[in-house]
Protein backbone atom coordinates (compact mmCIF):
# COMPACT_ATOMS: atom_id res chain seq x y z
CA UNK A 1 0.00 0.00 0.00
CA UNK A 2 1.22 3.33 -0.74
CA UNK A 3 1.67 5.67 1.77
CA UNK A 4 0.84 9.34 0.48
CA UNK A 5 1.35 12.89 1.32
CA UNK A 6 0.26 14.61 4.85
CA UNK A 7 -1.68 17.29 3.20
CA UNK A 8 -3.74 15.06 0.62
CA UNK A 9 -4.66 12.77 4.05
CA UNK A 10 -6.02 15.82 6.15
CA UNK A 11 -7.73 17.05 2.89
CA UNK A 12 -9.61 13.58 1.99
CA UNK A 13 -10.33 12.81 5.83
CA UNK A 14 -9.14 9.28 4.95
CA UNK A 15 -10.98 6.54 5.86
CA UNK A 16 -9.53 3.82 7.96
CA UNK A 17 -10.12 1.23 5.55
CA UNK A 18 -7.84 2.78 3.11
CA UNK A 19 -5.09 1.05 5.07
CA UNK A 20 -6.70 -2.16 5.75
CA UNK A 21 -5.11 -5.52 3.97
CA UNK A 22 -7.22 -6.57 0.74
CA UNK A 23 -10.45 -8.16 2.88
CA UNK A 24 -11.29 -10.73 -0.02
CA UNK A 25 -7.68 -12.41 0.22
CA UNK A 26 -5.81 -14.08 2.54
CA UNK A 27 -2.58 -12.83 1.27
CA UNK A 28 0.19 -11.03 3.51
CA UNK A 29 1.56 -8.98 0.93
CA UNK A 30 3.75 -6.96 3.62
CA UNK A 31 5.45 -10.00 4.19
CA UNK A 32 6.20 -11.67 0.97
CA UNK A 33 4.93 -10.82 -2.56
CA UNK A 34 4.81 -13.36 -5.79
CA UNK A 35 6.65 -11.79 -8.56
CA UNK A 36 5.94 -14.43 -10.97
CA UNK A 37 4.25 -17.10 -11.82
CA UNK A 38 5.16 -20.09 -14.00
CA UNK A 39 2.56 -22.60 -14.56
CA UNK A 40 2.64 -26.03 -16.58
CA UNK A 41 -0.40 -27.03 -16.37
CA UNK A 42 -2.73 -30.08 -19.20
CA UNK A 43 -6.07 -28.96 -20.29
CA UNK A 44 -7.88 -32.32 -19.62
CA UNK A 45 -11.73 -32.34 -21.61
CA UNK A 46 -12.91 -35.49 -19.83
CA UNK A 47 -12.03 -34.63 -16.52
CA UNK A 48 -13.02 -31.01 -16.58
CA UNK A 49 -9.68 -30.12 -15.02
CA UNK A 50 -6.22 -28.51 -15.25
CA UNK A 51 -3.47 -29.67 -13.94
CA UNK A 52 0.07 -29.96 -13.35
CA UNK A 53 2.26 -27.20 -11.57
CA UNK A 54 2.61 -23.66 -10.05
CA UNK A 55 6.16 -21.95 -9.46
CA UNK A 56 5.99 -18.98 -7.46
CA UNK A 57 8.85 -17.02 -7.47
CA UNK A 58 8.82 -14.89 -4.10
CA UNK A 59 10.18 -11.58 -2.58
CA UNK A 60 10.40 -12.12 0.97
CA UNK A 61 9.88 -8.66 2.75
CA UNK A 62 9.56 -10.00 6.37
CA UNK A 63 13.00 -12.05 7.60
CA UNK A 64 11.13 -13.35 10.90
CA UNK A 65 8.26 -14.65 8.43
CA UNK A 66 7.39 -18.43 8.78
CA UNK A 67 4.72 -19.16 5.93
CA UNK A 68 3.71 -18.17 2.77
CA UNK A 69 -0.07 -17.71 2.78
CA UNK A 70 -1.95 -18.48 -0.48
CA UNK A 71 -5.45 -17.94 -1.64
CA UNK A 72 -7.37 -21.64 -3.34
CA UNK A 73 -10.70 -22.67 -3.93
CA UNK A 74 -11.82 -26.45 -4.33
CA UNK A 75 -7.95 -26.55 -5.89
CA UNK A 76 -6.46 -30.59 -5.20
CA UNK A 77 -3.18 -30.07 -4.04
CA UNK A 78 -1.02 -32.70 -4.53
CA UNK A 79 2.69 -31.36 -3.06
CA UNK A 80 4.27 -28.52 -2.27
CA UNK A 81 7.90 -27.79 -2.78
CA UNK A 82 11.04 -25.20 -2.37
CA UNK A 83 13.24 -25.12 -5.22
CA UNK A 84 16.82 -24.18 -4.68
CA UNK A 85 19.15 -22.16 -6.87
CA UNK A 86 21.12 -25.35 -8.08
CA UNK A 87 17.62 -27.10 -8.96
CA UNK A 88 17.42 -29.00 -5.45
CA UNK A 89 14.25 -29.71 -4.88
CA UNK A 90 12.79 -30.43 -1.33
CA UNK A 91 9.14 -31.21 0.19
CA UNK A 92 7.60 -28.17 2.16
CA UNK A 93 4.90 -28.67 4.72
CA UNK A 94 1.51 -27.53 4.11
CA UNK A 95 -2.22 -27.39 5.62
CA UNK A 96 -5.29 -26.50 3.53
CA UNK A 97 -7.68 -24.79 6.05
CA UNK A 98 -11.77 -25.29 5.86
CA UNK A 99 -13.71 -23.48 3.49
CA UNK A 100 -14.76 -19.65 3.73
CA UNK A 101 -17.85 -19.47 1.41
CA UNK A 102 -16.60 -16.49 0.33
CA UNK A 103 -12.66 -16.42 0.29
CA UNK A 104 -12.29 -20.27 -0.13
CA UNK A 105 -9.08 -22.24 1.34
CA UNK A 106 -6.65 -20.43 2.94
CA UNK A 107 -3.38 -22.34 1.77
CA UNK A 108 -0.50 -22.26 4.26
CA UNK A 109 2.92 -23.47 3.29
CA UNK A 110 5.64 -23.55 6.07
CA UNK A 111 8.59 -22.05 4.67
CA UNK A 112 10.76 -20.43 7.38
CA UNK A 113 13.92 -20.96 5.34
CA UNK A 114 12.14 -18.49 2.81
CA UNK A 115 13.03 -20.43 -1.19
CA UNK A 116 13.10 -18.38 -3.78
CA UNK A 117 10.80 -20.22 -5.49
CA UNK A 118 7.79 -22.74 -4.23
CA UNK A 119 6.23 -25.32 -7.20
CA UNK A 120 2.79 -26.38 -6.42
CA UNK A 121 1.67 -29.47 -8.19
CA UNK A 122 -2.37 -29.66 -7.85
CA UNK A 123 -5.79 -29.78 -9.78
CA UNK A 124 -9.03 -28.32 -10.25
CA UNK A 125 -12.45 -29.43 -9.75
CA UNK A 126 -14.71 -29.80 -13.18
CA UNK A 127 -17.11 -27.10 -10.65
CA UNK A 128 -14.31 -24.50 -10.17
CA UNK A 129 -16.16 -21.14 -9.71
CA UNK A 130 -13.38 -19.58 -11.99
CA UNK A 131 -13.61 -22.13 -15.22
CA UNK A 132 -16.55 -23.01 -17.65
CA UNK A 133 -16.13 -26.61 -19.20
CA UNK A 134 -18.80 -26.37 -22.36
CA UNK A 135 -19.48 -29.87 -24.14
CA UNK A 136 -19.77 -29.81 -27.80
CA UNK A 137 -23.44 -29.67 -27.76
CA UNK A 138 -23.47 -26.31 -25.84
CA UNK A 139 -21.08 -24.39 -28.28
CA UNK A 140 -22.01 -22.56 -31.48
CA UNK A 141 -20.76 -25.08 -33.91
CA UNK A 142 -21.60 -28.35 -31.44
CA UNK A 143 -18.20 -29.78 -32.71
CA UNK A 144 -15.35 -29.35 -30.19
CA UNK A 145 -15.59 -29.40 -26.84
CA UNK A 146 -14.44 -25.54 -25.25
CA UNK A 147 -13.39 -24.59 -21.77
CA UNK A 148 -12.62 -20.56 -20.54
CA UNK A 149 -11.76 -18.78 -17.60
CA UNK A 150 -13.09 -15.85 -16.02
CA UNK A 151 -11.02 -15.02 -13.17
CA UNK A 152 -12.27 -11.64 -12.10
CA UNK A 153 -13.16 -10.72 -9.09
CA UNK A 154 -11.70 -13.69 -6.65
CA UNK A 155 -12.14 -16.69 -9.00
CA UNK A 156 -8.41 -16.75 -10.42
CA UNK A 157 -7.99 -19.11 -6.77
CA UNK A 158 -10.08 -21.48 -8.43
CA UNK A 159 -7.65 -22.48 -10.75
CA UNK A 160 -4.05 -21.80 -9.48
CA UNK A 161 -2.96 -21.26 -6.41
CA UNK A 162 -1.50 -17.70 -5.60
CA UNK A 163 -1.85 -14.30 -4.05
CA UNK A 164 -5.51 -13.38 -5.47
CA UNK A 165 -5.19 -9.55 -4.41
CA UNK A 166 -5.52 -6.84 -7.19
CA UNK A 167 -2.57 -4.81 -5.32
CA UNK A 168 -0.19 -7.60 -5.97
CA UNK A 169 1.13 -7.75 -9.66
CA UNK A 170 3.40 -10.81 -11.02
CA UNK A 171 4.64 -11.64 -14.72
CA UNK A 172 3.84 -15.07 -15.90
CA UNK A 173 4.60 -17.43 -18.35
CA UNK A 174 2.85 -20.65 -19.16
CA UNK A 175 3.26 -24.14 -20.93
CA UNK A 176 0.08 -25.19 -21.30
CA UNK A 177 -0.82 -29.02 -23.32
CA UNK A 178 -4.03 -29.72 -24.85
CA UNK A 179 -5.65 -32.68 -27.57
CA UNK A 180 -4.67 -32.30 -30.82
CA UNK A 181 -6.65 -29.66 -32.89
CA UNK A 182 -7.60 -27.59 -29.86
CA UNK A 183 -6.42 -24.02 -29.89
CA UNK A 184 -5.06 -22.62 -26.50
CA UNK A 185 -4.98 -18.86 -25.61
CA UNK A 186 -3.81 -16.71 -22.44
CA UNK A 187 -3.91 -13.18 -21.39
CA UNK A 188 -0.37 -12.74 -23.44
CA UNK A 189 0.85 -12.28 -26.72
CA UNK A 190 -0.90 -15.31 -28.97
CA UNK A 191 0.37 -16.33 -32.13
CA UNK A 192 -2.28 -16.60 -35.09
CA UNK A 193 -0.09 -18.96 -36.75
CA UNK A 194 0.41 -21.65 -33.85
CA UNK A 195 0.11 -24.92 -34.86
CA UNK A 196 -2.59 -26.97 -33.56
CA UNK A 197 -0.36 -29.34 -32.14
CA UNK A 198 -1.38 -29.99 -28.70
CA UNK A 199 1.69 -27.79 -26.89
CA UNK A 200 1.33 -23.84 -26.28
CA UNK A 201 4.06 -21.71 -24.21
CA UNK A 202 2.83 -17.99 -23.61
CA UNK A 203 4.37 -15.30 -21.83
CA UNK A 204 3.03 -11.46 -20.10
CA UNK A 205 6.02 -9.66 -19.67
CA UNK A 206 4.31 -6.74 -17.99
CA UNK A 207 2.97 -7.13 -13.95
CA UNK A 208 -0.38 -8.19 -13.67
CA UNK A 209 -3.08 -8.44 -11.17
CA UNK A 210 -4.43 -12.09 -10.65
CA UNK A 211 -7.79 -11.23 -12.01
CA UNK A 212 -6.25 -10.74 -15.41
CA UNK A 213 -5.15 -14.21 -15.69
CA UNK A 214 -7.01 -15.93 -18.60
CA UNK A 215 -6.89 -19.24 -20.23
CA UNK A 216 -9.46 -20.75 -23.10
CA UNK A 217 -8.92 -23.66 -25.23
CA UNK A 218 -11.37 -25.31 -28.00
CA UNK A 219 -12.34 -25.60 -31.54
CA UNK A 220 -11.49 -21.44 -32.42
CA UNK A 221 -10.40 -19.89 -35.89
CA UNK A 222 -8.68 -16.89 -35.98
CA UNK A 223 -9.18 -13.58 -38.87
CA UNK A 224 -6.53 -10.88 -38.79
CA UNK A 225 -8.63 -7.43 -38.48
CA UNK A 226 -5.56 -5.38 -37.99
CA UNK A 227 -1.61 -5.19 -37.83
CA UNK A 228 -1.54 -5.48 -34.36
CA UNK A 229 -5.25 -7.39 -33.73
CA UNK A 230 -7.09 -10.26 -34.86
CA UNK A 231 -10.61 -12.01 -33.79
CA UNK A 232 -10.57 -15.67 -32.44
CA UNK A 233 -13.89 -17.89 -32.79
CA UNK A 234 -15.36 -20.74 -33.46
CA UNK A 235 -15.19 -21.59 -36.91
CA UNK A 236 -19.25 -20.76 -37.26
CA UNK A 237 -18.92 -17.72 -35.74
CA UNK A 238 -15.24 -16.16 -37.14
CA UNK A 239 -16.29 -14.28 -40.14
CA UNK A 240 -19.14 -12.60 -38.62
CA UNK A 241 -17.29 -11.53 -35.63
CA UNK A 242 -14.14 -9.94 -37.34
CA UNK A 243 -16.82 -8.07 -39.56
CA UNK A 244 -18.52 -6.85 -36.19
CA UNK A 245 -15.05 -5.64 -34.80
CA UNK A 246 -13.45 -4.56 -38.39
CA UNK A 247 -12.60 -1.22 -36.60
CA UNK A 248 -10.65 -2.18 -33.94
CA UNK A 249 -7.12 -0.90 -35.43
CA UNK A 250 -9.24 2.58 -35.38
CA UNK A 251 -10.43 2.27 -32.22
CA UNK A 252 -6.85 1.37 -30.97
CA UNK A 253 -5.21 4.38 -32.85
CA UNK A 254 -8.02 6.75 -31.28
CA UNK A 255 -6.93 6.02 -27.66
CA UNK A 256 -3.27 6.17 -28.47
CA UNK A 257 -4.02 9.87 -30.18
CA UNK A 258 -5.93 10.32 -26.37
CA UNK A 259 -3.63 8.67 -24.03
CA UNK A 260 -0.66 7.98 -25.33
CA UNK A 261 0.64 4.55 -27.03
CA UNK A 262 -0.95 0.97 -26.10
CA UNK A 263 1.32 -0.66 -23.76
CA UNK A 264 0.87 -4.11 -24.66
CA UNK A 265 1.55 -4.98 -28.60
CA UNK A 266 -1.16 -6.89 -29.43
CA UNK A 267 -4.56 -6.68 -28.90
CA UNK A 268 -6.65 -9.77 -30.00
CA UNK A 269 -10.50 -10.26 -29.20
CA UNK A 270 -11.70 -14.16 -28.39
CA UNK A 271 -15.36 -14.28 -28.76
CA UNK A 272 -16.55 -17.35 -26.47
CA UNK A 273 -20.26 -18.85 -26.74
CA UNK A 274 -23.35 -17.33 -25.68
CA UNK A 275 -22.89 -18.87 -22.06
CA UNK A 276 -19.86 -16.05 -21.34
CA UNK A 277 -21.57 -14.06 -17.81
CA UNK A 278 -20.11 -10.83 -18.91
CA UNK A 279 -20.64 -8.63 -22.22
CA UNK A 280 -16.95 -8.78 -22.27
CA UNK A 281 -13.25 -9.48 -19.87
CA UNK A 282 -10.24 -7.14 -20.76
CA UNK A 283 -7.89 -10.23 -20.52
CA UNK A 284 -4.72 -8.27 -21.48
CA UNK A 285 -3.72 -8.58 -25.04
CA UNK A 286 -6.96 -11.04 -25.18
CA UNK A 287 -10.33 -9.60 -24.29
CA UNK A 288 -12.74 -12.33 -23.79
CA UNK A 289 -16.63 -11.38 -25.38
CA UNK A 290 -20.15 -12.02 -25.30
CA UNK A 291 -21.51 -12.77 -29.05
CA UNK A 292 -24.12 -11.10 -28.36
CA UNK A 293 -22.86 -8.11 -29.22
CA UNK A 294 -22.63 -9.58 -32.57
CA UNK A 295 -25.89 -7.93 -34.03
CA UNK A 296 -24.72 -6.91 -37.95
CA UNK A 297 -25.02 -3.25 -37.39
CA UNK A 298 -21.82 -2.63 -34.70
CA UNK A 299 -24.60 -0.35 -33.18
CA UNK A 300 -22.76 -3.06 -29.39
CA UNK A 301 -19.00 -2.70 -30.62
CA UNK A 302 -18.46 -0.06 -27.68
CA UNK A 303 -18.17 -3.42 -26.11
CA UNK A 304 -14.78 -3.20 -27.43
CA UNK A 305 -14.06 0.20 -26.75
CA UNK A 306 -14.77 -0.56 -23.36
CA UNK A 307 -12.38 -3.70 -23.35
CA UNK A 308 -9.84 -1.66 -25.29
CA UNK A 309 -9.99 1.25 -23.01
CA UNK A 310 -8.85 -0.78 -19.87
CA UNK A 311 -5.63 -1.41 -21.88
CA UNK A 312 -5.14 2.30 -20.04
CA UNK A 313 -7.84 2.34 -17.29
CA UNK A 314 -7.69 -1.01 -15.05
CA UNK A 315 -4.88 -3.08 -16.67
CA UNK A 316 -1.80 -0.30 -16.82
CA UNK A 317 -3.51 1.61 -13.77
CA UNK A 318 -5.10 -1.00 -11.74
CA UNK A 319 -7.24 -0.52 -8.14
CA UNK A 320 -5.85 -2.43 -5.51
CA UNK A 321 -8.76 -3.53 -4.01
CA UNK A 322 -12.49 -4.43 -4.45
CA UNK A 323 -13.78 -1.56 -3.01
CA UNK A 324 -11.77 0.48 -5.02
CA UNK A 325 -12.83 -0.98 -8.73
CA UNK A 326 -14.34 2.36 -9.88
CA UNK A 327 -11.22 3.33 -10.50
CA UNK A 328 -11.01 0.32 -13.41
CA UNK A 329 -14.95 0.69 -14.30
CA UNK A 330 -15.84 4.53 -13.90
CA UNK A 331 -12.66 5.68 -15.59
CA UNK A 332 -12.91 2.52 -18.29
CA UNK A 333 -16.26 3.68 -19.16
CA UNK A 334 -15.52 7.51 -19.97
CA UNK A 335 -12.40 6.33 -21.93
CA UNK A 336 -14.91 4.09 -23.56
CA UNK A 337 -17.15 7.36 -23.98
CA UNK A 338 -14.23 9.05 -25.84
CA UNK A 339 -12.89 6.35 -27.96
CA UNK A 340 -16.63 6.21 -29.62
CA UNK A 341 -16.99 9.71 -30.03
CA UNK A 342 -13.49 9.12 -31.80
CA UNK A 343 -14.36 6.54 -34.21
CA UNK A 344 -18.03 6.49 -34.16
CA UNK A 345 -19.40 10.68 -33.24
CA UNK A 346 -20.89 12.79 -31.23
CA UNK A 347 -24.16 11.44 -31.12
CA UNK A 348 -23.35 8.05 -30.45
CA UNK A 349 -21.39 8.48 -27.42
CA UNK A 350 -24.24 11.05 -25.58
CA UNK A 351 -26.44 8.70 -26.41
CA UNK A 352 -24.94 6.04 -24.53
CA UNK A 353 -24.03 8.14 -21.78
CA UNK A 354 -27.08 9.86 -21.27
CA UNK A 355 -28.96 6.07 -20.95
CA UNK A 356 -26.80 4.80 -18.64
CA UNK A 357 -27.20 8.04 -16.64
CA UNK A 358 -30.91 7.61 -16.84
CA UNK A 359 -30.48 4.40 -15.67
CA UNK A 360 -28.53 4.76 -12.68
CA UNK A 361 -30.43 7.32 -11.51
CA UNK A 362 -33.75 4.72 -11.94
CA UNK A 363 -31.36 1.87 -10.00
CA UNK A 364 -29.75 4.42 -7.15
CA UNK A 365 -33.69 4.68 -5.77
CA UNK A 366 -33.94 1.18 -5.25
CA UNK A 367 -30.19 0.80 -3.61
CA UNK A 368 -29.13 0.79 -0.01
CA UNK A 369 -27.50 3.91 0.93
CA UNK A 370 -23.75 2.22 0.97
CA UNK A 371 -24.11 0.47 -2.39
CA UNK A 372 -24.61 3.93 -3.92
CA UNK A 373 -21.07 5.24 -2.82
CA UNK A 374 -17.96 5.09 -5.17
CA UNK A 375 -16.35 3.75 -2.09
CA UNK A 376 -18.81 1.09 -0.67
CA UNK A 377 -17.63 -0.15 2.77
CA UNK A 378 -15.58 -3.23 2.18
CA UNK A 379 -17.24 -6.63 3.20
CA UNK A 380 -20.71 -5.12 3.15
CA UNK A 381 -20.66 -6.38 -0.23
CA UNK A 382 -19.25 -9.39 -1.61
CA UNK A 383 -16.15 -8.94 -4.39
CA UNK A 384 -18.46 -9.99 -7.18
CA UNK A 385 -21.31 -7.09 -5.86
CA UNK A 386 -18.48 -4.40 -6.16
CA UNK A 387 -19.25 -4.82 -9.82
CA UNK A 388 -22.38 -2.42 -9.92
CA UNK A 389 -23.66 0.46 -12.34
CA UNK A 390 -22.63 2.49 -9.80
CA UNK A 391 -18.76 2.27 -10.12
CA UNK A 392 -18.92 2.00 -13.96
CA UNK A 393 -21.81 4.92 -14.68
CA UNK A 394 -21.51 7.24 -11.11
CA UNK A 395 -17.77 7.15 -11.40
CA UNK A 396 -17.79 7.82 -15.49
CA UNK A 397 -20.57 10.59 -14.83
CA UNK A 398 -17.73 12.10 -11.91
CA UNK A 399 -14.79 12.40 -14.71
CA UNK A 400 -17.42 14.03 -17.09
CA UNK A 401 -18.08 16.35 -14.42
CA UNK A 402 -13.98 16.62 -14.26
CA UNK A 403 -13.90 17.21 -17.29
CA UNK A 404 -16.53 20.11 -17.97
CA UNK A 405 -15.32 21.89 -15.41
CA UNK A 406 -11.31 21.82 -16.52
CA UNK A 407 -12.33 22.03 -19.65
CA UNK A 408 -11.18 19.33 -22.41
CA UNK A 409 -7.90 20.03 -22.89
CA UNK A 410 -6.35 20.33 -19.80
CA UNK A 411 -8.72 17.25 -18.40
CA UNK A 412 -7.47 14.73 -21.42
CA UNK A 413 -3.62 16.44 -20.80
CA UNK A 414 -4.21 15.28 -16.77
CA UNK A 415 -5.84 11.95 -17.62
CA UNK A 416 -2.90 11.29 -19.68
CA UNK A 417 -0.63 12.37 -17.11
CA UNK A 418 -2.18 10.24 -14.30
CA UNK A 419 -1.96 6.51 -16.61
CA UNK A 420 1.83 7.21 -17.36
CA UNK A 421 2.52 8.37 -13.83
CA UNK A 422 0.60 4.68 -12.24
CA UNK A 423 1.68 3.06 -14.90
CA UNK A 424 1.44 -0.74 -13.78
CA UNK A 425 0.79 -0.28 -10.71
CA UNK A 426 -2.38 -1.07 -8.45
CA UNK A 427 -3.50 2.08 -6.65
CA UNK A 428 -6.47 2.88 -4.33
CA UNK A 429 -9.16 5.66 -4.36
CA UNK A 430 -6.86 8.17 -1.72
CA UNK A 431 -3.68 7.31 -3.68
CA UNK A 432 -5.78 8.65 -7.05
CA UNK A 433 -7.71 11.86 -5.06
CA UNK A 434 -4.18 12.47 -3.83
CA UNK A 435 -2.78 12.78 -7.26
CA UNK A 436 -6.33 14.66 -8.72
CA UNK A 437 -5.81 17.21 -6.10
CA UNK A 438 -1.89 18.08 -6.45
CA UNK A 439 -2.19 17.88 -10.50
CA UNK A 440 -5.95 19.23 -10.91
CA UNK A 441 -7.41 20.79 -8.30
CA UNK A 442 -4.65 22.69 -7.05
CA UNK A 443 -3.34 23.06 -10.58
CA UNK A 444 -6.56 24.76 -11.66
CA UNK A 445 -7.81 26.46 -8.64
CA UNK A 446 -11.15 27.75 -8.48
CA UNK A 447 -12.94 25.00 -11.00
CA UNK A 448 -13.52 22.57 -8.33
CA UNK A 449 -13.77 21.91 -4.55
CA UNK A 450 -12.41 19.10 -2.34
CA UNK A 451 -16.20 19.06 -0.54
CA UNK A 452 -17.40 18.48 -4.16
CA UNK A 453 -14.97 15.68 -5.21
CA UNK A 454 -15.93 13.99 -1.24
CA UNK A 455 -19.05 14.20 -2.03
CA UNK A 456 -19.11 12.70 -5.60
CA UNK A 457 -16.66 9.88 -4.23
CA UNK A 458 -17.64 9.63 -0.84
CA UNK A 459 -21.18 10.05 -0.46
CA UNK A 460 -24.40 8.60 -2.07
CA UNK A 461 -26.49 9.03 -4.79
CA UNK A 462 -25.78 11.79 -7.71
CA UNK A 463 -24.87 15.27 -7.05
CA UNK A 464 -27.95 17.88 -7.84
CA UNK A 465 -25.33 19.81 -10.31
CA UNK A 466 -24.39 16.41 -12.53
CA UNK A 467 -24.16 17.56 -16.27
CA UNK A 468 -25.89 15.42 -18.69
CA UNK A 469 -25.78 15.20 -22.38
CA UNK A 470 -28.59 16.92 -24.58
CA UNK A 471 -29.55 14.03 -27.19
CA UNK A 472 -32.23 15.90 -28.95
CA UNK A 473 -33.50 12.04 -30.39
CA UNK A 474 -33.95 11.35 -26.70
CA UNK A 475 -35.80 13.81 -25.82
CA UNK A 476 -38.13 12.70 -28.72
CA UNK A 477 -38.88 9.37 -27.76
CA UNK A 478 -39.57 10.56 -24.28
CA UNK A 479 -42.43 12.78 -25.79
CA UNK A 480 -43.00 9.80 -28.00
CA UNK A 481 -43.38 7.13 -24.79
CA UNK A 482 -45.84 9.42 -23.26
CA UNK A 483 -48.08 10.32 -25.63
CA UNK A 484 -48.22 6.62 -26.50
CA UNK A 485 -49.07 5.48 -22.60
CA UNK A 486 -51.14 8.58 -22.63
CA UNK A 487 -52.82 6.90 -25.59
CA UNK A 488 -52.88 9.91 -27.88
CA UNK A 489 -50.07 8.02 -29.87
CA UNK A 490 -50.57 4.67 -31.72
CA UNK A 491 -47.84 1.76 -31.23
CA UNK A 492 -47.84 1.85 -34.83
CA UNK A 493 -47.56 5.87 -35.15
CA UNK A 494 -44.16 5.34 -32.90
CA UNK A 495 -40.92 6.55 -35.57
CA UNK A 496 -39.13 4.03 -34.66
CA UNK A 497 -37.88 2.51 -37.92
CA UNK A 498 -35.06 4.30 -37.49
CA UNK A 499 -34.45 3.79 -33.83
CA UNK A 500 -31.17 1.84 -33.32
CA UNK A 501 -30.33 -0.44 -30.54
CA UNK A 502 -29.38 2.58 -28.48
CA UNK A 503 -32.59 4.24 -29.23
CA UNK A 504 -34.77 1.31 -28.59
CA UNK A 505 -33.04 0.78 -25.19
CA UNK A 506 -33.72 3.67 -24.17
CA UNK A 507 -37.68 3.55 -25.06
CA UNK A 508 -38.02 0.36 -23.37
CA UNK A 509 -36.08 1.35 -20.25
CA UNK A 510 -38.21 4.56 -19.58
CA UNK A 511 -41.41 2.62 -19.69
CA UNK A 512 -43.21 1.75 -15.97
CA UNK A 513 -41.66 -0.88 -14.51
CA UNK A 514 -45.08 -2.55 -14.91
CA UNK A 515 -46.97 -1.02 -17.94
CA UNK A 516 -50.66 -1.68 -18.86
CA UNK A 517 -50.78 -5.06 -20.87
CA UNK A 518 -52.93 -3.66 -23.19
CA UNK A 519 -49.89 -1.04 -24.26
CA UNK A 520 -47.42 -3.84 -24.41
CA UNK A 521 -49.71 -6.19 -27.05
CA UNK A 522 -49.89 -3.15 -29.16
CA UNK A 523 -46.25 -2.81 -28.92
CA UNK A 524 -45.56 -6.00 -29.86
CA UNK A 525 -48.55 -6.45 -33.31
CA UNK A 526 -46.69 -2.96 -34.44
CA UNK A 527 -42.65 -3.96 -33.63
CA UNK A 528 -42.69 -7.46 -32.96
CA UNK A 529 -39.94 -7.40 -30.62
CA UNK A 530 -41.31 -11.08 -28.95
CA UNK A 531 -38.51 -13.16 -30.47
CA UNK A 532 -36.27 -10.49 -31.40
CA UNK A 533 -32.53 -11.78 -32.34
CA UNK A 534 -30.62 -8.53 -30.72
CA UNK A 535 -30.64 -9.69 -26.89
CA UNK A 536 -30.22 -6.47 -25.35
CA UNK A 537 -33.77 -5.00 -26.82
CA UNK A 538 -35.31 -8.62 -25.87
CA UNK A 539 -34.10 -8.18 -22.18
CA UNK A 540 -35.85 -5.19 -21.50
CA UNK A 541 -39.09 -5.80 -23.72
CA UNK A 542 -39.36 -9.38 -21.78
CA UNK A 543 -38.85 -8.11 -18.53
CA UNK A 544 -41.01 -5.47 -19.37
CA UNK A 545 -43.78 -7.25 -20.94
CA UNK A 546 -43.59 -10.33 -18.31
CA UNK A 547 -44.05 -7.62 -15.41
CA UNK A 548 -47.34 -6.41 -17.48
CA UNK A 549 -48.87 -9.82 -17.27
CA UNK A 550 -48.56 -10.57 -21.27
CA UNK A 551 -48.07 -14.27 -21.20
CA UNK A 552 -47.81 -14.52 -24.70
CA UNK A 553 -44.35 -13.40 -24.64
CA UNK A 554 -43.30 -16.06 -22.03
CA UNK A 555 -41.69 -19.15 -24.54
CA UNK A 556 -39.94 -16.45 -26.24
CA UNK A 557 -38.61 -15.30 -23.41
CA UNK A 558 -37.50 -18.72 -22.04
CA UNK A 559 -35.85 -18.97 -25.61
CA UNK A 560 -33.72 -16.07 -24.79
CA UNK A 561 -33.29 -17.21 -20.92
CA UNK A 562 -31.87 -20.58 -22.58
CA UNK A 563 -29.65 -19.28 -25.01
CA UNK A 564 -27.95 -16.70 -23.31
CA UNK A 565 -26.10 -16.96 -20.16
CA UNK A 566 -24.54 -13.76 -19.77
CA UNK A 567 -25.70 -12.27 -16.21
CA UNK A 568 -26.71 -9.05 -17.29
CA UNK A 569 -28.99 -9.61 -20.25
CA UNK A 570 -30.86 -12.81 -18.36
CA UNK A 571 -31.33 -12.37 -14.75
CA UNK A 572 -33.67 -9.39 -15.21
CA UNK A 573 -35.92 -11.80 -16.96
CA UNK A 574 -35.64 -14.19 -14.77
CA UNK A 575 -36.38 -11.29 -11.77
CA UNK A 576 -39.40 -10.72 -13.70
CA UNK A 577 -41.00 -14.10 -13.89
CA UNK A 578 -40.12 -14.71 -9.99
CA UNK A 579 -42.50 -11.95 -8.80
CA UNK A 580 -45.55 -14.46 -9.07
CA UNK A 581 -45.57 -17.60 -8.13
CA UNK A 582 -46.99 -18.70 -11.86
CA UNK A 583 -43.77 -16.89 -13.27
CA UNK A 584 -41.39 -18.54 -10.83
CA UNK A 585 -42.57 -21.89 -11.61
CA UNK A 586 -42.33 -21.38 -15.21
CA UNK A 587 -38.72 -19.62 -14.65
CA UNK A 588 -37.88 -22.71 -12.48
CA UNK A 589 -38.71 -24.93 -15.57
CA UNK A 590 -36.52 -23.44 -17.85
CA UNK A 591 -33.65 -23.28 -15.52
CA UNK A 592 -33.53 -26.68 -14.81
CA UNK A 593 -33.11 -27.10 -18.78
CA UNK A 594 -30.64 -24.09 -19.20
CA UNK A 595 -28.33 -24.88 -15.62
CA UNK A 596 -26.03 -27.02 -17.96
CA UNK A 597 -24.86 -24.80 -20.29
CA UNK A 598 -24.79 -21.87 -17.89
CA UNK A 599 -21.94 -20.61 -16.19
CA UNK A 600 -21.43 -21.09 -12.41
CA UNK A 601 -21.49 -17.08 -11.96
CA UNK A 602 -24.72 -17.35 -13.63
CA UNK A 603 -26.00 -20.26 -11.88
CA UNK A 604 -25.04 -18.79 -8.51
CA UNK A 605 -26.90 -15.33 -9.62
CA UNK A 606 -30.55 -17.26 -10.76
CA UNK A 607 -30.81 -19.76 -8.18
CA UNK A 608 -30.10 -16.57 -5.61
CA UNK A 609 -32.94 -14.91 -7.16
CA UNK A 610 -35.11 -18.25 -6.79
CA UNK A 611 -34.28 -18.30 -3.11
CA UNK A 612 -35.01 -14.25 -2.50
CA UNK A 613 -38.17 -14.69 -4.13
CA UNK A 614 -39.41 -17.79 -2.26
CA UNK A 615 -38.06 -16.24 1.11
CA UNK A 616 -40.50 -12.84 0.15
CA UNK A 617 -43.14 -14.50 -1.74
CA UNK A 618 -45.01 -11.76 -4.06
CA UNK A 619 -42.17 -9.28 -3.58
CA UNK A 620 -40.37 -7.96 -6.44
CA UNK A 621 -36.38 -9.10 -6.52
ZN1 LIG B 1 -14.95 -2.91 -17.51
Given at each position: ?????????????????????????????????????????????????LAGT???????????????????????????????????????????????????????IAAPKHPAEVRITYATVPTASGLQWLTPEQTADKKQALMFSQSESIHARSWVPLQDSPAIRFTYDAHITAP???????????????????????????????????????????????????????????????????????????????????AWTRYDILVLPPSFPFGGME???????????????????????????????????????????????????????????????????????????????????????????????????????ALTDVAYDKGSWFLHTLEQRFGRDNFDAYLKGYFAHFAFQSIDTETMLAYMKTNL??????????????AWVYEPGVPKDAPLPTVARFDN????????????????????????????????????????????QELDTAWHLTGTPNAEIGMRWYAHAIAAGDKAVWNAAGEHMQRIGRLYLTTPVYRAFAATPDGLAFAEGIYAKAKPAYHPMTQKAVEGIFAKAKAHPGKAT
Open positions: MRYLPAVALAAFALPLSAFAADPYSYAQPSVVRVTHLDLDLGVDFDQKAATLKLDWKDPQAPELVLDTRDLKIAKVEALGAGGAVSPLKFTLAASDKELGEKLTKGVRVLMSAINDAKHPLDGDFTFDQPHPIPSYLLAIAAGGLDVRETGPRSAVYAEPGVVAKAAHEFEDTEKLIAATEKLYGPYNPNMTFATPTVLVGDKSLVSLVSHELAHSWSGNLVTSASWRDIWLNEGFTTYVQGRITEAVYGKTQADEEALLSARALEKGLAKMPVNAQKLTPSPRAVGADDLDKYPGKMSVAEVRIDAERTAFLDGTLGADKLDAKTWNTQEWMYFLDRLPDAPPLTKM
